[in-house]
Every structure is written in structure tokens, then in C-alpha cells.
């Protein structure tokens, strides 16, 4: 049982990657650690319980890394996919602490596997959890356990007592051994972003929220975050900026996880409910470009598009949970799919009368394109010719958002006179805006959440001690 009577030196609101790397490097720092989980026991480690893989600089190749990824390279990509939306001084920081991140995440308990084939390619970039997400957090929370840290679960966070910058105490939602209450003297919020909370939504994208499908946890609605906000803490990034692929439209509403997401997109053409191609196809290797059909298809009518190809690409891109709808022609496809035949028929036509000749291979910007086609198709493009013609109905999947709180190198939060917050840390989603202003690379999120929980952990039982 937990004595709520006692004040601790760090709480850590939340229960993934990020607070449990800020717990465990408050507690190794000697601080008294306090972790409050909203969701129940089962349903613990909010949108970690998803991931699969890490992205962190290394110089040289490792027992699972096909070779160095240096801090250079690493911004790169970074300032790509951003478009230069990033805090360079911010991002280049954690890009450095991700080397040593690598084996501090292995010190707590977490294993690495290679990584195995496939549409993502990221072998050399990304190291896999042993096991996956939930594994890896197993393993964080028995640390974490091991080392003194207490957890409650079911544990929502409904009021924060903020004065000045100065963090108070919390309040729970419901009682936990007959306390509501909880004082400590400093705050790490870990708590996510808001993307599961569908009315905070559609205060930027109006009634196509309505349509969107939540990738990840129920419980990430952004609470901690809005009171952070209202109480002087400074905001970080757009609040239509989120992370959002193509997922099946036929997946939940909530925690559909990584089963139901799409990468066949460069292997055909992607159209709308009007039959109607929106998008190049084969703009950029897929690790680049896949997190940005979440948005195209948003903007698309009803928010709903469709992946059309043929029988010759069906063992090109990993198995799918929601088998494909077939048929053995166009136009019966887009009867199945209450798309107009005719218009489905026309932008295959057009589509494969565009095509050139090339050498396909999807693991580089290849040769394959359409000539005289809008939009083009500019790598990869085959003809979709070979029956049964097959589709995938996608929605608009949304993993996490970016509006955040903005913090410093010591992952402290700034306050909106830009004077650092007095007892106040912020890790993971809650502050991912700082360095992700849009745009995405696979494996940043696990990036931004153990470092910076790291870091906040550390700073937090440093503030607490003085
Ligand atoms: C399907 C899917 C696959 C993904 N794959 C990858 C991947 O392979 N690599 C990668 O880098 N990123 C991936 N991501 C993104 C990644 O999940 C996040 O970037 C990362 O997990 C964020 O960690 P976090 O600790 O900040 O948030 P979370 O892990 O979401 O944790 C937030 C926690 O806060 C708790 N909480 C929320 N509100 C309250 C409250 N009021 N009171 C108390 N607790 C509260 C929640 O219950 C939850 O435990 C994926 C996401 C999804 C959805």
C-alpha cells in the first residue's frame, strides 16, 4: 500500500516509455519516486504498449545494427522530415544523448533484436525490442519495481495545484486507498498527447475528427497537458500537427495498434471516394513518407481513401490483418468498394498508359514512373493490370499529437515569460512538438521519450534534493 500521507521527492504522471525512463532515473538519482498510471493494470503503458523499434545515432555498427547511423546523418533526416520545423539546439541534444541511450535502455532491462525484412527497411537505423513494445515495458516497470519505485494504477490525474511555475500537488480522479491527494516536490508529466480526446480534435479539423481512428491508447486525452497549459506553462508546436498514417478502415475506434496499418501505398495507386488519384505515390522511400498519408487522406472526402493494386504485388509488403477486397475486374472492385466502375476504370487506364518502362526495386528511388500523369507517380510505378484487382480502405490513423509543452535542455518546463517552470518536467509526447514541429521518421517517439524522461528524472530528483 502506498503511504499518500507522505510527500515524494518526484511524481511522474503517466505510464509509458517516458515516465518510466524519468521513475527510474529519479529513483537511481535517489529520489523517492511516486508514478501514477491512468489506465488500469492491463492496459498500462499508454501508446508504448504499440511500438517496435528505437531510433538512436551509433557510430559503428552493433550486434543488430547493420551499420553506423552518426548524429549528422540522424539530422538530417530529422531536418527533412521536420522541413526545418524542429529546435535545433533541442533536437541536436537529444540526437547526441540517443547514443547512450542504446545501452542505457539495456541497463534497465530492455533487449534488442535485428531487425527482420520488410517495407520499413530500417536495420541499420532503428533497433526492434526483443518482444516488442509491451516487453520492453515489462521490463522497465520490473526495474523500475526492483528499484523502489511505487505505481499505482487507475490512477487518472484530474487537477493539477500549480503557483507561479511552482507544481503543488495532484489530484486523482478517484480515490486510491481513500486518497486524492498527492504532494511531491517536483512534477515529471509523461502523460501523452491528446489524441484520443475526439472533441479536443475537431476544435482544429472540425467534423472529420469525427472519422479519424485512434491508433493507440483510450486513455491519452490530453488532460494533463491542457491544465499544464491553462496554468502558464508555455505551448510548443501546432495543434493540427500530429503523427497519422493509412489505417484499415475497418480497424477499432481505439488501440488498434500497428496490425491494422497499411504500407502497401507505394506498390499501387491511392484514390479517394471519387475514384480520383491526390497524391505521388512514390515520393520517397517509405520509412520517409509513410507517416504522412494519415494527413493526405484527411483531407480527402469523408476522410476515407482506398489502396488499389493487382495480384502481382500481393507478397511485396507484410500481411495485413483485414484481408484485401478482391475482384476480377476494375469496375467490380469499385462496385465492392460503392466506388463510380467508371471512374475507377479511367484512373487505372490513365494510370497504366502513364507508366514507363524501369527497373523496379522498392529499397531505392528506382526508374519507375508515370510520364504526362497528375499527380505523377514518381518511383515505383507498375502497371496494375494483373487479376484480381484488390484495395485496401484506409482512414485517417492518428498516433500521437504535437502540441506540447515547451521545455529546456534539462527537459524543465518553460513558462510563458519564458522563465523556466520551478519544479516542472515534461517527457515524451507531452513535449515531442519541441523537436517534431510536423512530419515524422519512424522511431523518433521512443527517441524523445527515454531521453528526455532521462533527463527529466534526473533534474527532478536534482530539484527536489535542493
Ligand atoms: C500503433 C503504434 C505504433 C507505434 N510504433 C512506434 C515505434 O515502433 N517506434 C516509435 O518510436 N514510436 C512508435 N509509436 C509512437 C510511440 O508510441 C510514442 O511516441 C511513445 O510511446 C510515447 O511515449 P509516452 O510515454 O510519451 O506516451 P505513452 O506511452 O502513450 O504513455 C502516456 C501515459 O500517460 C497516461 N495518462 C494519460 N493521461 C493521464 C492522466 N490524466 N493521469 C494519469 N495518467 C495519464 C496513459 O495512460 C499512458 O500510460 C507508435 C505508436 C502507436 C500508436
Known sequence: MVDFNRKFDVLVIGGGNAALCAAISARRSGASVL?????PKFYRGGNTRHTRNMRCAHDAATDILTGPYTEEEFWNDLLVVTGGQTDEELARFMIRESKDILNWIVEQGVRWQPSLGGTLSLGRTNSFFLGGGRAMLNALYLTAERLGVEIVYDAEVTGLQIENGMFLGATLKQPVDGATEIRASALVAAAGGFEANIEWLKEYWGDAADNFLIRGT???????LKMLLDNGVQDVGDPTQCHAVAIDARAPKFDGGIITRHDSVVFGIVVNKHAQRFYDEGEDIWPKRYAIWGRLVAAQPDQIAYIIFDSSVVTSFMPTLFPPIGAPTVAELAAKLELDPAALEKTVADFNAAV???????????????????????????????????AYPVRPGITFTYLGTRVNKQS????????????????????AGNVLGKGYAAGIGMTIGSVFGRVAGREAARNARN
Not at 519564458?418 to 513535449?431: D, L, Q
Request: hydrophobic share 40%.
Open 35 to 39: 508514478v501514477l498510471e491512468g489506465a
Open 356 to 390: 514507363q518502362p524501369g527497373t523496379f526495386n522498392h529499397t531505392i528511388l528506382d526508374d519507375c514512373r508515370t510520364e504526362g500523369l497528375m499527380p505523377a507517380k514518381t518511383h515505383w510505378a507498375r502497371k496494375i493490370d494483373a487479376p484480381p484487382y484488390l
Open 412 to 431: 524543465r518546463m518553460l513558462m510563458k515569460d519564458g522563465k523556466p517552470a520551478a519544479n516542472m518536467f515534461a517527457a515524451g509526447e507531452i513535449m
Open 218 to 224: 483510450p486513455y491519452n486525452r490530453g488532460s494533463v
